[in-house]
């Protein structure tokens, strides 16, 4: 069973991933807008990764004895000024929500819950890809420059990404 503060600590972070869901719709919308399908898909894609999130979140809450809490999701930033931007914005983010698994795993530690320093696990590597992915194509865009050839390519790229739930979602 999982103590109170984890408990919180875990509904907080499944707001976080759902805020995550809305902050990627919302760059899916500019780049829908900006007619480039290809970002918008990517975006698209990951707002529903962070939705599986909440909910692999939500599982485990439930499974380790707790109760989520759904909470209101805060409003993410609408308006971007560039394609650069919106992946900066990304970047941050992903490394903030890094950040705050990582505080949710030094807490585990701390009160001797294995069962969620395991669980955790599985977020600690996804951050890790999802900050190497971000950081990739934010070098990708900044070689890119005003060079437009090339941004569609990058865009033609992005479009063959689909979603499918990673098969560690049955240990949830
Ligand atoms: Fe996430
Ligand atoms: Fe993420």
């Known amino acids: 069973m999982i103590s109170k503060t984890i408990q919180q600590m875990l509904n907080e972070q ?5 805020y995550s869901a809305n902050l990627y719709l ?15 898909n990517f975006f698209k894609v990951q707002s529903d990764e962070e939705l599986f999130h909440a909910k692999k979140m939500f599982d ?23 394609v650069v931007q919106a992946f900066e914005v990304t970047q941050a983010h992903e490394q903030n929500v ?3 698994i990582h505080a949710i795993v030094k807490q585990a530690i701390a009160e001797n819950d294995f069962t969620t320093h ?16 971000v950081n990739n194509l934010l070098k990708k865009l900044k070689m890119i420059g005003d060079n437009s050839s090339a941004l569609y ?11 499918s739930p990673p098969s560690a979602a049955k240990q949830g």
């Open 118 to 133: 395991t669980f955790l696990q599985w977020f600690i590597t996804e951050q890790l890809e999802e900050e190497a992915l």
């Open 98 to 100: 890094t950040q705050t």
């Open 153 to 163: 390519l990058l865009n033609t790229e992005l479009a063959q990404r689909t979603f």
């Open 26 to 40: 919302s760059i899916c919308s500019y780049f829908t807008d900006m007619e480039l399908d290809g970002f918008a």
């Open 60 to 82: 485990y809450v439930h499974n380790a004895g707790g109760k989520v809490t759904v909470m209101s999701v805060a409003q993410p930033i609408t308006a971007f000024d560039s």
């Open 14 to 18: 499944i707001n976080r991933e759902m």
